[in-house]
């Protein structure tokens, strides 16, 4: 069967990780009587037990606690944070304890940690909103991974729950698909393309630090990741139809980051455009541009342009909230900005 | 407890005690880096409890944490050694005092965050009841940590899951500067196990036997599956806060009123006069454990630095250089 949406391929990803394995554990609030606030972990309790399958108290601190303490000791913990908002209340644990502990210790442990946890603003105001991916990236010894696709979902869970460091998992709430226990829909996929793949049913992992391109084009580089990578299709789409063919290019990992495929693509278009749902002071996409600048300003035809979240909290009111989120729009206009450039270019340069 | 036992927990107090005052002597007569948080006058809390764990079982510790890893086992070249940042520490020169551990016998590390080291250990708990093999896990923390967050946080998590962990509150009467009494209202930090439905017991952290009474009871209910116990010990540090600290917010008559009841003169004490241990006996241990001192310090001078690249290679499991 074809997993559809990210809740079933995630879902299906811890129920294949755990059948091979029984050090896997899943730690969360909600997650075992209810299912999870997403309905990720739907069902699990029933298949593993309550040894294996976790409610906790509402203590983040102490539940990110208990998953390094494990992580250190045997276990393979998987915990779910709500919303990932709430790591603000476990941020020692992550940044101070799971993230340094290897290191601090001389290579003398491990910790294969999972922290899954939703991002992304969808009318719940500033603190239920937020895209934090890069707080993360700022403390080495973690690794952040942000998938948009079911497949790259079902397959980047399995190679974090594997890999023998702490996992940052995060996952876009208006790409889960999913629905609540009493069938509203919580996200709409619907108006999502052929990028937004289905995952199949077996064992295939999708390798951390390996960028997938998911639209090729020659003229501009587009990175973006979660739902904005698929506004940066859509707005791929409408500048294909304005003869501007973009390149798109998910990172699917923060940490490790596959310099090489964004390089190569901004050799080849000579023009980047970063989007990301984050703040764009010190955020995902002024990486990703400090990089470019860096390794391949010679290259480039035109100003990198980030799209990125202004510096304000994400304001409650729909209309609000909608005017600071990167949008299909604001990454057109983006582009159209790089291809005019300042001397007026035609597109299809990259020449050094 | 028989003679053997009791010499071999009086050598282990001997040898956090010689470790700490040699590392003070070294302290004050050479260049050594970065600072330190001594252990003297508790080490009848860490001989107590460690007393009743294998290599096995899990403790976490404290920024205050030289006791704990010689009493868990640590092999003391490589503890010194680590005090010198060398590359034959037992975290290769990466970690220093607030971050020492040995995993080989379950000592989980030190920890320079205030509190942090109780989560963990329930997380080892949590192992130790997910594998089943009747393994326990201690926590080790001072009277300062249990007005963070943190120690609630693990202690209720450990509660209702009764995870076999032991919660051992060191009570060392001041969190830095702070008397504990002015940070919380309760004469008793080991009160506050009510609140989380587990049993709480104070003692004497003085005292190695009552010390080793009470943590005995309370390991044997973590293994038996009876869930957690909040263990207080009442001690007392005898050196500053940290290095060279002048202690200025205590008298020097407290300071020789709790020296009047050093636990490590108590129980040489109660070895002479109650379990009849030859002096003789006794002072052999003690210059055994000079010499392991001694002998540390020299293995940790000829031992290398780290090599200049060395920071790259733990950042992440699997690129080890």
Sequence with gaps: MELRTIVLALRQALVEEMDRDSSVILLGEDIAVFGGAYRVTEGLLARYGESRVRDTPISEAGIVGAGVGAAMTGLRPVVEIQFNDFLACAMDQICNQAAKMRFMMG????????????????????????????????????????????????????????DDNPVMFFEHKLLYGGSSPGGKAKTAVDGLGEAFRAAPEGEYLVPLGVADIKRAGRDVTIVATGLTLHKSL?????????????????????????????????????????????????????????????????????????????DTPIPFAPGLEHAVLPQTQTIVEAVRSTMAGPAGRAPGGGTP | ????????????????????????????????????????????????????????????????????????????????????????????????????????????????????????????????????????????????????????????????????????????????????????????????????????????????????????????????????????????????HSRFEPSSYRTKKELEEWKKRDPIALFRSALLAEAGVPEAEIVQVERTVDEVIEESVRFAEQSPDPAPGDWRRWIFAGEDA
Excluded at chain 1, 279 to 286: E, H, N, P, R, Y
């Design chain 1, 107 to 162: 290579g003398q442990v491990k910790v294969p940690l999972v922290i899954r946890a939703p991002v992304g603003a969808t009318g719940r105001a500033a603190q239920h909103s937020q895209s934090l991916e890069a707080w993360f990236m700022h403390t080495p010894g973690l690794k952040v991974v942000f998938p948009c696709t079911p497949y790259d979902a079902k397959g980047l869970l399995a190679s974090a729950i594997r």
């Design chain 2, 1 to 240: 407890m028989d003679k053997a036992t009791a010499l071999g927990l009086y050598r282990k107090m001997v040898e956090i005690r010689r470790f700490e005052e040699k590392l003070y002597h070294l302290f004050s007569t050479r260049d050594m880096p970065g600072s330190m948080h001594q252990y003297n006058g508790e080490e009848a809390v860490a001989v107590g409890v460690c007393a009743h764990l294998s290599p096995a079982d899990y403790i976490t510790s404290t920024h205050r944490g030289h006791g704990h890893c010689i009493a868990k086992g640590a092999d003391i070249r490589a503890v010194m050694a680590e005090m010198f940042a060398k590359s034959t520490g037992c975290c290769r020169g990466m970690g220093g005092s607030m971050h020492i551990a040995d995993f080989s016998v379950g000592m989980l590390g030190a920890n320079g965050i205030v509190a942090a080291g109780i989560p963990i250990a329930g997380g080892a708990g949590l192992t130790c009841q997910v594998q089943g093999k009747g393994h326990v896990s201690v926590a080790f923390f001072g009277d300062g940590a249990a007005n963070e967050g943190a120690f609630h946080e693990a202690v209720n998590l450990a509660a209702v899951w009764r995870l076999p962990v032991v919660f051992v509150c060191e009570n060392n009467v001041y969190g830095f500067s702070t008397h504990y009494r002015r940070t919380m209202l309760l004469e008793n930090i080991a009160d506050r196990a009510a609140a989380y439905g587990i049993p709480g017991v104070v003692v004497d952290g003085m005292d190695l036997r009552i010390v080793h009474a009470a943590a005995g009871e309370a390991v044997r209910r973590a293994r038996d599956g009876e869930g957690p116990t909040l263990l207080e010990c009442k001690t007392y540090r005898f050196m500053g």
């Design chain 1, 234 to 310: 859509s707005a791929a789409d409408i500048l294909a139809r304005e003869g501007i063919e973009a390149e798109v290019i998910d990172p699917r990992t923060l940490v490790p980051l596959d310099r090489e495929t964004i390089l190569a693509s901004v050799r080849r278009t000579g023009r980047l455009v970063v989007a990301s749902e984050d703040q764009l002071t010190c955020g995902v996409a002024s990486e990703i541009a400090a990089i470019v600048a860096e390794e391949a300003l010679w290259y480039l035809d035109a100003p990198i342009r980030r799209v990125s979240v202004p």
